[in-house]
């Protein structure tokens, strides 16, 4: 199965203890890129998540918003600073000496300055900690491998919808190729009797002619390079997997045959074909860009 690099996760776990919501989205990227948002205290689960993502994603560029509340009353205390609390007390006593004024400081002020009281979280239990992340983050992954799955099954069905109609129109230059060549050994001859007024021609030499022009304007190996590569991206859509890669590759290569075949072309039928073809094929670029 295919998937599209376009994506949407999201889960939501809340009980007496704790609040966790995680949310993830991609869009398209040559490349495996996350960007991670998150409380600093789950920063040490960083490399972590990020292995865990990779389990899921391959390609794309992945946000992943992360919030975490905690709601137990003994997550977090108040702590005394009396070191502090006492240089504090020690200067405004040296301020009352140098200054000659009153020193009406009390403890309510006291305990007003920067850093008397800090309040700082308890130690954690970072193995069950990660133990609840781990099961949100994979809720939301396989929420949002789910919805690339359907989006990339969505893709396949116009991609091999696009492939057949080359087809058709690969299997009208084929048919149309050869009759240019007897046109023009028909023209060639008429042309020749015209000139010769009614003197013999030199067949040979009309064969050699007609030889160098169909060398010029032979398409038959663009054409079986082209279907080739057709019915390749069609096989790689039914295998399915990591494939977009491959197919932006091979999708370069059909265009390339396109082009030749476009600037062989002697027939306005066939150039007309050969347009259509490098439409179609910017199409399907277009379309592979959104594959995993």
């Given at each position: 199965?295919?998937r599209?690099?376009?994506?949407?996760?999201?889960?939501?776990?809340?009980?007496?203890?704790y609040?966790?919501?995680?949310?993830?989205?991609?869009?398209?990227?040559?490349?495996?890129?996350?960007?991670?948002?998150?409380?600093?205290?789950?920063?040490?689960?960083?490399a972590?998540?990020?292995?865990?993502?990779?389990?899921?994603i391959?390609?794309?560029?992945?946000?992943?918003?992360?919030t975490?509340?905690?709601?137990?009353?003994?997550?977090a205390?108040?702590?005394?600073?009396k070191?502090?609390?006492?240089?504090?007390?020690?200067?405004?006593?040296?301020?009352?000496?140098?200054?000659?004024?009153?020193?009406?400081?009390?403890?309510?002020k006291?305990?007003?300055f920067?850093?008397?009281?800090?309040?700082?979280?308890?130690?954690?239990?970072?193995?069950?900690?990660?133990?609840?992340?781990?099961?949100?983050?994979?809720?939301?992954?396989?929420?949002?491998?789910?919805?690339?799955?359907?989006?990339?099954?969505?893709?396949?069905n116009?991609?091999?919808g696009?492939?057949?109609?080359?087809?058709?129109?690969?299997?009208?230059?084929?048919q149309e190729?050869?009759?240019?060549?007897?046109?023009?050994?028909n023209?060639l001859?008429?042309?020749?009797?015209?000139?010769?007024?009614?003197?013999?021609?030199?067949?040979?030499?009309?064969?050699?002619?007609?030889?160098?022009?169909?060398?010029?304007?032979c398409?038959?190996?663009?054409?079986?390079?082209?279907?080739?590569h057709?019915?390749?991206?069609?096989?790689i859509?039914?295998?399915?997997?990591?494939?977009?890669?491959?197919?932006d590759f091979?999708?370069?290569?059909?265009?390339?045959e396109a082009?030749?075949?476009?600037?062989k072309?002697?027939?306005?039928?066939i150039?007309?074909?050969?347009?259509?073809?490098k439409?179609?094929?910017e199409?399907?670029?277009?379309?592979?860009?959104?594959?995993?």
């Amino acid at each position: 199965m295919i998937r599209s690099m376009t994506g949407f996760g999201r889960s939501e776990t809340i009980t007496t203890e704790y609040k966790l919501i995680v949310e993830m989205k991609a869009v398209n990227h040559r490349y495996s890129e996350f960007g991670i948002k998150m409380p600093k205290k789950l920063n040490l689960f960083e490399a972590n998540i990020r292995a865990l993502l990779k389990e899921y994603i391959n390609r794309g560029k992945v946000d992943v918003f992360i919030t975490y509340e905690d709601y137990r009353e003994s997550n977090a205390c108040i702590k005394y600073n009396k070191e502090i609390a006492k240089e504090y007390l020690d200067y405004l006593k040296q301020m009352e000496t140098e200054f000659q004024i009153p020193n009406d400081i009390t403890v309510t002020k006291l305990a007003g300055f920067s850093d008397v009281f800090s309040k700082e979280e308890q130690s954690i239990d970072e193995e069950q900690l990660w133990s609840i992340l781990e099961t949100g983050i994979r809720q939301a992954a396989e929420q949002f491998v789910a919805t690339r799955e359907r989006e990339g099954e969505n893709l396949k069905n116009d991609l091999i919808g696009k492939l057949d109609g080359m087809l058709s129109m690969v299997d009208y230059i084929e048919q149309e190729a050869p009759q240019l060549i007897q046109d023009y050994r028909n023209k060639l001859e008429a042309k020749v009797q015209e000139l010769l007024e009614g003197t013999n021609i030199d067949e040979s030499r009309i064969a050699t002619e007609v030889v160098i022009y169909a060398d010029k304007i032979c398409v038959d190996e663009e054409t079986v390079r082209l279907r080739s590569h057709i019915n390749s991206t069609k096989d790689i859509l039914t295998e399915g997997g990591s494939i977009g890669r491959k197919l932006d590759f091979i999708a370069q290569e059909m265009n390339r045959e396109a082009n030749t075949i476009l600037s062989k072309a002697n027939s306005l039928d066939i150039s007309n074909t050969a347009i259509d073809l490098k439409t179609e094929i910017e199409k399907v670029r277009e379309q592979i860009q959104n594959i995993e």
